[in-house]
């Protein structure tokens, strides 16, 4: 994100773009653990099956399976993280331009619909585990379970909907105690 403003705008009228590491949650060392777990599996997984294809010209069939489902936590996981530190994708130009006051409920909004999406991407996503569950679906590539893999996209999905609900009430907090601070001041 860039650090630059519109013409008139200065960095203290907008509201915080990143949150800074005070105002981010200590609970976050879950989601940067599961990413370099994740991140280390990836890499040793797709180094073996390099090194199985270099020296025996076939690979391990499993190995394509178990990465792409890795993949898709890893962007599960990372999008939680990035919504719990405010740094998900925004168009700066709104989001920074205009009042403070604006900015603030650019920010609010922001953190609403990420919550009702990923809640509902949840809510959804518990028929197809329950599809994939009742039906017996079986992955293609290993044959285990497929209510396996797709059990992790409501349980993701409702991390990342909780954490777009406690970014809203920090950045509640936040207006409030810029408010009463602002208050305070005009005082005499």
Same mark, same amino acid.
């Given at each position: 994100?860039? *650090?630059? !403003?519109?013409?008139?705008?200065? %960095?203290?009228? &907008?509201?915080? +773009? @990143?949150?800074?590491?005070?105002?981010?949650? =200590?609970?976050?060392?879950?989601?940067?653990?599961?990413?370099?777990?994740?991140?280390?599996?990836?890499?040793?997984?797709?180094?073996?099956?390099?090194?199985?294809?270099?020296?025996?010209?076939?690979?391990?069939?499993?190995?394509?399976?178990? *990465?792409? !489902?890795?993949?898709?936590?890893? %962007?599960?996981? &990372?999008?939680? +993280? @990035?919504?719990?530190?405010?740094?998900?994708? =925004?168009?700066?130009?709104?989001?920074?331009?205009?009042?403070?006051?604006?900015?603030?409920?650019?920010?609010?909004?922001?953190?609403?619909?990420?919550?009702?999406?990923?809640?509902?991407?949840?809510?959804?996503?518990?028929?197809?585990?329950?599809?994939?569950?009742r039906f017996g679906e079986t992955s293609p590539g290993i044959g285990v379970?497929?209510?396996?893999?797709?059990?992790?996209?409501?349980?993701?999905?409702?991390?990342?909907?909780?954490?777009?609900?406690?970014?809203?009430?920090?950045?509640?907090?936040?207006?409030?105690?810029?408010?009463?601070?602002?208050?305070?001041?005009?005082?005499?």
């Amino acid at each position: 994100m860039s *650090s630059s !403003f519109p013409p008139g705008a200065k %960095a203290s009228d &907008a509201a915080p +773009a @990143a949150a800074s590491p005070e105002s981010e949650p =200590r609970s976050l060392r879950l989601e940067d653990w599961l990413t370099v777990i994740v991140m280390a599996s990836l890499a040793l997984i797709t180094f073996a099956n390099v090194l199985v294809r270099y020296f025996t010209n076939s690979s391990f069939a499993w190995t394509e399976e178990i *990465s792409v !489902f890795l993949m898709i936590v890893l %962007a599960l996981v &990372a999008g939680s +993280a @990035a919504v719990a530190r405010d740094q998900h994708i =925004r168009i700066e130009y709104f989001a920074e331009g205009g009042s403070a006051m604006r900015s603030k409920r650019l920010a609010q909004l922001g953190a609403i619909c990420v919550a009702v999406l990923f809640g509902l991407i949840a809510v959804l996503s518990v028929r197809v585990v329950w599809d994939d569950y009742r039906f017996g679906e079986t992955s293609p590539g290993i044959g285990v379970p497929q209510w396996w893999y797709s059990i992790w996209l409501p349980v993701l999905s409702t991390l990342i909907a909780a954490r777009a609900v406690g970014l809203l009430v920090r950045r509640n907090r936040e207006a409030r105690r810029s408010e009463a601070a602002a208050a305070q001041d005009a005082q005499p």
